[in-house]
């Protein structure tokens, strides 16, 4: 643990010692679950091989993450996995292919969560994107 002096405006302050009181919890507490709450998104949450790539996007400015927010699949890859997921007997070769579609598609989505998300800490308003 590390300690840290900060300095904080009287009305949240107060705010915080409200809410430790009314929570009866220590104010410390308060203070660490809010800054929890308020940080970007920690990336250690996911799994390991997508940490790489969603660490690149905190240097990236807003234009580039609200274009990876709005990224999607083609119609193509998606109708390519789609087959290649109802086909029941995939040679070895189609299931790679199939795993390596797996992880594109894995990995655009935690993407776009994570520019979303990085967005919204910015103060960002982030459009419902599918």
């Known amino acids: 643990m590390k300690t840290l002096a900060l300095e904080i405006p009287d009305a949240l302050y107060e705010r915080l010692e409200r ?6 919890q220590p104010l410390n507490v308060i203070v660490l679950k809010s800054l929890q709450m308020g940080a970007p998104p920690d990336i250690t949450d996911v799994p390991s091989e997508f ?3 969603l660490a690149d996007l905190d240097g990236l400015d807003d234009s580039a993450l609200f ?9 193509e890859e998606f109708g390519h996995y789609e087959t290649l997921l109802a086909n029941p007997s995939r040679t070895p070769q189609q299931q790679q292919e199939l795993d390596q579609l797996r992880f594109a598609a894995d990995c655009l989505m935690l993407r776009k969560a994570h520019a979303a998300a990085l967005l919204k800490w910015r103060g960002r ?3 419902n994107v599918a």
Not at 19 to 24: L, P
Not at 67 to 75: G, V
């Open 19 to 24: 809410i430790a009181g009314a929570t009866h």
């Open 51 to 53: 940490q790489a790539t």
């Open 67 to 75: 274009a990876i927010a709005a990224a999607q699949q083609t119609p």
């Open 125 to 127: 308003i982030v459009p």
